[in-house]
């Protein structure tokens, strides 16, 4: 009989994107957890994207930080929670007395959690008197906000996620929704079967796994939507598809507006010629979008992260105020959010430009409101240094301390050596973190264990503002704490009242009690509401149910929220107006050179997140891209000297990296495209942060990643390698290597560029094999340069070895199924010693569908044999594509692509 186990479920949400999916775990006998989509949770309503599936395989104590850590001239000690946190207290205090509260900053992240934000957030605005706390939201979404809050008054969504569904058109700006929100991408999929008049246009400059699906891709070159979107506002207009009425009663600013518009691109022609897309293609999408009511825009990434990012936002946002297309179901300009509460961090006032519950800085009612609830001796009344300013601030020795919470900047940030170099120049800096070694930890002189995903319990906002409750369902590990906890203990030892919270429930009811203090239409009113969720006790807490603000009770105490904003036309400016804003177009603010003749576009891949200090402990993700890399386009790898399969070194003017060049097909030419992942922990010189350029955008203080002048080069090499080993290798004396997790071992992919005179002896000495008598297989060929080994014991793979002066080298994801093996066969050794497997089908090639483990030479070779046609026959025959459908992009790529060949073989 099978017994349902749905009721010892732990209900939480995903660690990851801001579709914020609800997660089940459920106690499996051996004491995991198994890990599957909440049905009941109306983001994903059960569904969960391949990093959600594998939350499970991310949980483990390997390489966690769990004692606080004090760092002398010997290195990191271990100290007590007292000592460490009375250590920043002193240092603090000093620092302050002598050189004021904004010689201190906060550095925080969307992964925090909101009770977590709250805490951070009080304690530096209305403590510590100063705004010198950002988050890494700046990084992806301040655009957004920025954009909002010019258009509507308030950092407002309108929309949710059913008008994705309800739309007749989704247009899709600076987002490959595909890979990066894949769950919304399928709810938009499924919408889309079900009614195939429904159309879905992306705009992108590249050709990415969204674009494979799409009616139509509108190729935009990189930082000139401002000009496509204008260019739309002047054509509405132009042929009278407008809501005068709409305009006239509930915004302001129109004509300014349009004749900013008009002064550039009332002429479709000049657009497309600026825009570099097929002028037939962009009049298709201004005719759809002029004759498409029910239109959701909605943006991300592509968008925001431009030093006009926040104009970008207010020309979509233009757009869908002339039709008065907002307010309505399945229309209106949606920003999703890139981190898991990044939204919550906007409710608390995590930015250095925002004051908690939705308030402003610069404004004296707000500042009071706040401050008398909070009691507080001081109030921040000016904006703090923003992400990029701080860590200039930190560098010139203004900023005498910096503590960061749960993100890595030394990786993630732009001109990323700048902030090491900040970092090492800073008085103290305190790192609060899950993981011992992080790019940024190494930089921490006190290091404070926190609370991790699955350990961790309180509450986070998703893109459509549904505030969730992520719960523990695992034990804390040795002596890690709660963030908010870490904050209040902390403010304790400064000497300030106001952070004795009984838990997260209180610091969550304090939240939402601020967001409804003399929040009335008499007062000083604010849209964020979630006063309905004052007073909740803690079971009421920790069974709360997924719920979107605003919400509050009505008279009869019944529990109201809306949906959708701005049914009424009513906006949060003090005139209930939403403004029309005007939106000059300017390019990059680097042009490309002689120097540095390409574009370099950054961003993410579909199974890592952000510097892989969690996703890169999965093997399962580890199996869809192993190594950072460049794309570009075929001409530009000619013209720089590069070719597909070799490295290649990227420069910039702020900094240099190391990718593997690859032809993606989508890269138009003059730009080159890098993923945000690898940090100096899973690769020797891999991190792009290094290389992109600190510019930010006026508004938001957004740095521009979507555009930096590079050159790309060769990485001369002498040899390449791999190794698959149980135990880690160091790498200090390779050129260039790579980490990627394995089953039960670590893959190492190599370059070297020193010369090896005796193989064998090296290889060993590489592996700590020193013993003659080991079980060590092993072929040479000395004239090619040619050397492979493999290390046995107990009959079974322990490490093995591969060199070639050239990259043909044997598939790793054969080698990586021989590590399953409780014993090798004669037939493996025999294809280990030959270099390839002697079964057939035993190369399944590189992983396309990471739920089901389906490799690209497994798809291929069924596609052939079984003669399919379709994704949905691959998926009958293989399974592949068949869960979170997300490898659904690839699969329709290779099915064409491998049935083309075959054709073309026939004749
Ligand atoms: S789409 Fe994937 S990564 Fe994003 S929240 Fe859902 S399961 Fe997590």
Same mark, same amino acid.
């Given at each position: ?79 007590? @929670? ?92 600076? %987002? ?52 496509? &979107? ?18 006239? *009663? ?13 002064? +550039? ?5 000049? $657009? ?84 908690? !519950? ?14 008398? =609830?909070? *009691? ?11 992400? $990029? ?9 203004? #900023?005498? %301390? ?8 030394? $990786?993630?940030?732009? +001109?990323?050596?700048? $902030? ?8 103290? #800096? ?42 523990? =369902?695992?034990?804390?590990?040795? *002596? ?19 952070? +004795? ?6 610091? =969550? ?14 007062? #000083? ?23 979107? @603000? ?78 950072? &890399? ?5 001409? +530009?790898?000619?013209? %720089? ?19 593997? #060049? ?15 992942? @690898? ?85 060993? !000495? ?9 079980? @060590? ?127 073309? !073989?026939?004749?």
């Amino acid at each position: 009989m099978n017994l349902s186990t749905d009721h010892l479920a732990i209900r939480t949400t995903c660690a990851y994107c801001g579709v914020g999916c609800g997660v089940q775990a459920t106690p499996r006998d051996d004491g995991t957890f198994a890990i599957a989509g909440d049905k009941l949770h109306p983001a994903n309503k059960g569904r969960l994207c391949v990093k959600g599936s594998t939350l499970g395989e991310t949980v483990g104590l390997e390489g966690r930080l769990l004692y606080p850590q004090v760092r002398d001239a010997d290195g990191l000690h271990r100290v007590s @929670w007292d000592d460490a946190l009375g250590k920043v207290a002193d240092a603090w205090k000093d620092i302050i007395a002598e050189h004021g509260p904004d010689a201190v900053a906060l550095y925080v992240s969307g992964q925090l959690l909101t009770e977590d934000y709250y805490v951070a957030n009080k304690l530096m605005k209305g403590y510590i008197g100063s705004a010198n706390i950002d988050t890494n939201s700046r990084l992806c979404m301040s655009s957004a906000v920025a954009g909002y809050k010019r258009a509507f008054g308030e950092d407002l969504v309108p929309v949710c996620y059913d008008d994705l569904e309800l739309a007749d058109m989704v247009v899709l700006v600076g %987002s490959n929704t595909a890979w990066c929100h894949p769950i919304l991408f399928q709810r938009i999929l499924k919408a889309k079967e079900a009614r195939p008049e429904m159309k879905l246009v992306v705009i992108d400059p590249r050709r990415t796994a969204t674009c494979e699906l799409a009616d139509l891709h509108l190729p935009v070159k990189a930082g000139t939507d401002v000009w496509l &979107f204008n260019g739309l506002l002047s054509y509405l207009s132009r042929i009278g598809a407008i809501d005068p009425r709409f305009i006239g *009663e509930h915004t302001n600013g129109f004509d300014a507006a349009l004749n900013v518009a008009n002064a +550039d691109c009332a002429d479709p022609a000049a $657009v497309a010629k600026i825009c570099r897309i097929e002028l037939p293609l962009l009049l298709e999408f201004y005719e759809l979008f002029a004759a498409t009511a029910r239109t959701i825009t909605a943006y991300s990434m592509g968008v925001n992260q431009s030093s006009a990012g926040t104009d970008k936002a207010n020309a979509i946002i233009n757009c869908h105020l002339i039709g008065g297309r907002i307010g309505k179901p399945g229309m209106g300009p949606f920003s999703i959010t890139g981190q898991p509460n990044a939204m919550g961090g906007r409710e608390v006032g995590g930015l250095a430009n925002m004051l908690a !519950a939705h308030m402003d800085l610069e404004r004296a009612e707000h500042r009071d409101v706040v401050q008398t =609830f909070w *009691e507080s001796p001081a109030i921040a009344d000016k904006g703090g240094l923003k992400a $990029v300013d701080l860590f200039k601030a930190i560098e010139e020795g203004k #900023v005498k %301390s910096v503590w960061v919470i749960a993100t890595n900047p030394v $990786v993630s940030m732009p +001109d990323a050596d700048q $902030v090491r170099r900040a970092l090492d120049k800073c008085e103290l #800096v305190i790192s609060s973190d899950i993981m011992q070694d992080t790019d940024t930890t190494a930089y921490a002189d006190v290091l404070l264990p926190a609370l991790g995903w699955g350990e961790k319990d309180g509450t986070v906002t998703n893109s459509e503002r549904r505030i969730s409750r992520q719960r523990a =369902f695992l034990q804390a590990p040795g *002596e890690a704490l709660p963030d908010w906890q870490i904050l209040s203990l902390f403010a304790q030892r400064m000497g300030y009242s106001g952070f +004795d919270f009984c838990g997260q429930h209180g610091v =969550f009811d304090e939240h939402a009690r601020l967001s409804g203090f003399r929040n009335a239409v008499s007062d #000083v009113p604010r849209a964020f509401d979630m006063s309905g969720l004052a007073g909740l006790n803690q079971r009421e807490y920790d069974d709360l149910e997924p719920a979107q @603000w605003p919400v509050r009770r009505n008279a009869a105490g019944k529990l109201q929220t809306e949906v959708r904003l701005f049914k009424d036309g009513v906006f949060a400016h003090a005139d209930g107006k939403a403004r029309f804003i005007a939106t000059a177009p300017r390019l990059p603010r680097h042009a490309v050179s002689e120097d540095y003749p390409l574009s370099l576009n950054t961003g993410r891949v579909r199974d890592q997140w952000h510097t892989m200090t969690r996703t890169g402990k999965s093997a399962t993700l580890a199996d869809h891209i192993a190594e950072s &890399f460049v794309d570009m386009h075929p001409q +530009d790898a000619l013209l %720089s000297g590069v070719k597909e399969g070799e490295l290649a070194r990227v420069t910039s003017e702020w900094g240099a990296m190391v990718a593997r #060049v690859q032809h993606g097909g989508g890269i138009p030419r003059g730009s080159v495209f890098i993923p945000i992942h @690898w940090s100096g922990q899973t690769a020797s010189d891999a991190r792009v942060g290094a290389v992109v350029n600190p510019v930010v955008d006026p508004v938001s203080g957004e740095p521009e990643f979507k555009h930096t002048p590079v050159r790309v080069e060769q990485f001369r090499v002498n040899w390449h390698g791999f190794i698959l080993s149980r135990d880690e290798v160091n790498l200090d004396s390779i050129a260039h290597w790579t980490r990627i997790q394995g089953r039960e071992f670590a893959r190492y992919e190599l370059a070297g560029r020193n010369t090896i005179k005796d193989h064998a002896a090296w290889a060993r !000495a590489l592996l700590g094999v020193e013993d003659l008598d080991a079980d @060590w297989l092993e072929y040479e060929d000395k004239t090619a340069g040619v050397y492979r080994a493999v290390h046995v014991v107990d009959d079974r793979i322990a490490q093995c070895i591969f060199l070639s002066p050239r990259q043909d080298m044997p598939s790793r994801a054969w080698l990586a199924s021989l590590f399953a093996r409780e014993q090798l066969s004669e037939i493996d050794r025999v294809g280990l010693l030959v270099g390839m497997p002697v079964e057939k089908g035993a190369d399944t090639g590189p992983t396309v569908c990471s739920c089901f483990g389906v490799g690209r030479n497994t798809i291929c070779n069924a596609i052939i044999e079984k003669d399919l046609k379709t994704v949905p026959e691959v998926t009958v025959c293989l399974k592949a594509g068949g869960n979170c459908g997300s490898c659904v992009p690839e699969i329709k790529k290779i099915l064409v692509q491998t049935r083309v060949e075959a054709e073309e !073989a026939r004749l």
